[in-house]
């Protein structure tokens, strides 16, 4: 079975800040990775690098078997196939929120108005937000911002989705109504590449969890044994501090 | 007198959801403000129209500027040259928005290959926005048509416009381009991200909010250009202030003036409140539920 994301050294710099500093990472089909992390280890810019929003400095990506850093491929079309949400959700203020998940998929997939919006609709109901389709982003809490955000990025049916922090900026009450949909996406397969500092919720969640560190993963494994026993000193102290600040 | 009031590229302002009343109708809280600002512009206006109805020249001024009757003499035919400032300043604006819009979009290309698109629209802003206008209408207005090539309109309005256009495609592409840049960078990154191409993304999610955020400031160089058609006046076309002109030679009196500025201001009022509406009715909009808009 081919994976459904692999990275092979991925370098990625800032001008003279090497960010990314050779990642490896394979992402089975059905996988769920969390990239844990201090802020400034490289997750954002890793999934950045896989949606194509920055240019990888050196390295390898392949999605599906495809090599989508190989000269002459159409971001355009790798980004249609991979979903990203980011922490600050970046709806369109100017559009309804069903506009906001339809306007891709009439755009970029040429649906129909017609199939986008029931596609959409669809979507929406499922996550609990068919009552906020006329309403404007501005109306609506952080948490439906953020449910609408990854409908958004679902209405274009990726076989990948990116969560870059999605839960970072949220007051503490709203971020479990987010994680509840990340949570069903998980059970229905699909495939997933996890930001986070939710602790107990990557282990709830993650097959795998990856600890970057200084823009290398440092160490990986499943839940409980990398966050229960961690091997590396500097992971152990990254998980003393979470502990210490009550997240976990 | 050639008109350059007022334009900036200055950022509006998403408006601030401090308060829903302007701010210049803003009285303060209850009766009590409202009754004080009702008697300190009375005495304000009253204090002024006493000193200038009792300054020593009045009269003289009174008659030269302010004669009823050169008033309403003057006024229909004046009214009828407006016509041709109106349809200057409604075909440039069409031509200067189209065209504004394409420069500042040029400009915020990024990356090396679009380095000549975005030097062309940064020397074109430079140099029209440096040159007076009244010289690039009369260089147009006169230079043109003396080449007398087949073909060329002689038009001294036609080339009235394509002076204007000129001139106010150099403003009015900085401020769309203002608007472009005050739009975060996130945005375009959520719309690439869903595989929207640079073109749909700048057509759908980037110029749509840019654009309204700069429709006072385009505005403001409408009422600009209103005022500037009667630079082409300078050419000989017969529009408001050229004929107020002609009357007021004819008769040693001023009134004439008044005439053509009160046609202005009768034009460019109503439009400033337009814009205050428009822009409500959009913060309206995205604050209100979506059902009730």
Same mark, same amino acid.
């Given at each position: 079975m081919t994976s459904a994301l692999v990275l092979e050294g991925v370098r990625k710099s800032f001008a003279k800040n090497e960010v990314l500093r050779g990642i490896d990472l394979d992402v089975a089909e059905h996988e769920v990775v969390c990239l844990i992390g201090? +802020?400034? +280890?490289?997750k954002s810019t890793l999934l950045r690098c896989v949606n194509l929003i920055e240019p990888i400095g050196a390295g390898r990506i392949f999605v599906a078997g495809e090599e989508i850093t190989a000269r002459g491929v159409d971001a355009n079309r790798v980004r249609r196939g991979i979903g990203i949400v980011y922490q600050a959700y970046? &709806?369109? $203020?100017?559009?309804s929120v069903l506009r906001n998940v339809t306007l891709a998929p009439t755009r970029? &997939?040429? &649906?129909?108005r017609a199939d986008a919006q029931h596609r959409a609709l669809e979507l929406l109901e499922r996550f609990g937000l068919a009552d906020k389709a006329d309403d404007y982003p501005d109306r609506l809490s952080g948490g439906q911002q953020q449910r609408v955000a990854i409908v958004r990025a679902l209405a274009m049916r990726p076989e990948l989705m990116l969560f870059d922090e999605v839960t970072s900026a949220l007051d503490p009450e709203l971020v479990a109504e987010v994680l509840e949909v990340i949570r069903e996406l998980a059970a229905s397969g699909m495939t997933m590449l996890i930001a986070t500092h939710e602790m107990s919720f990557a282990r709830d969640i993650a097959d795998r969890i990856c600890f970057l560190d200084d823009g290398v993963i440092l160490e990986q494994g499943p839940p409980d044994e990398l966050l229960s026993? $961690?091997?590396e000193p500097r992971t152990q102290q990254f998980l003393q501090r979470i502990i210490e600040a009550g997240r976990l | 007198m050639a008109g350059q009031g007022g334009r900036g590229t200055g950022l509006p302002l998403?408006?601030?959801?401090?308060? #829903? #009343?302007?701010r210049i109708l803003d009285l303060g809280d209850g009766r009590g403000g409202v009754s004080i600002a009702v008697v300190s512009t009375l005495l304000v206006f009253g204090a002024l129209v006493l000193l200038i109805t009792h300054a020593p020249g009045w009269p003289e001024v009174k008659k030269t500027f302010f004669d009823w009757g050169e008033f309403k003499d003057s006024f229909p035919e004046i009214a009828h040259a407006f016509k041709l400032n109106v349809k200057i300043f409604c075909i440039a604006e069409v031509f200067i928005l189209a065209i504004a819009l394409l420069l500042a979009v040029l400009r915020s290309l990024p990356g090396p290959v679009f380095f000549p698109l975005r030097l062309i629209a940064i020397v074109y802003a430079d140099f029209f926005r440096g040159v007076p206008t009244i010289l690039v209408i009369a260089v147009l207005g006169f230079g043109a048509p003396a080449l007398a090539l087949q073909g060329i309109p002689t038009s001294t309005t036609f080339w009235g416009i394509v002076a204007l256009v000129l001139v106010y495609t150099a403003y009015v592409s900085e401020v769309y381009r203002a608007g472009i840049d005050s739009v975060h960078p996130s945005q375009d990154a959520a719309a690439r991200s869903l595989g929207l191409t640079r073109f749909q993304g700048l057509r759908h999610v980037i110029l749509p909010q840019a654009v309204r955020r700069v429709i006072p400031p385009l505005l403001n160089d409408f009422i600009g250009l209103q005022k500037d058609?009667?630079?082409? =006046?300078?050419? =000989?076309?017969?529009e408001a202030f050229n004929q107020s002109q002609i009357d007021a030679a004819a008769t040693f009196n001023y009134t004439p003036y008044l005439a053509a500025a009160v046609l202005f201001v009768a034009i460019t009022i109503p439009l400033a409140r337009f814009t205050d509406w428009l822009i409500l009715r959009d913060r309206r909009r995205r604050q209100a539920s979506g059902v009730a808009a």
């Open positions: 201090a +802020s400034g +280890s490289g970046n &709806l369109f $203020p100017h559009m970029v &997939l040429k &649906l129909r026993r $961690p091997r | 998403e408006p601030a959801p401090v308060s #829903r #009343r302007s058609t009667a630079l082409v =006046g300078f050419l =000989g076309a017969i």
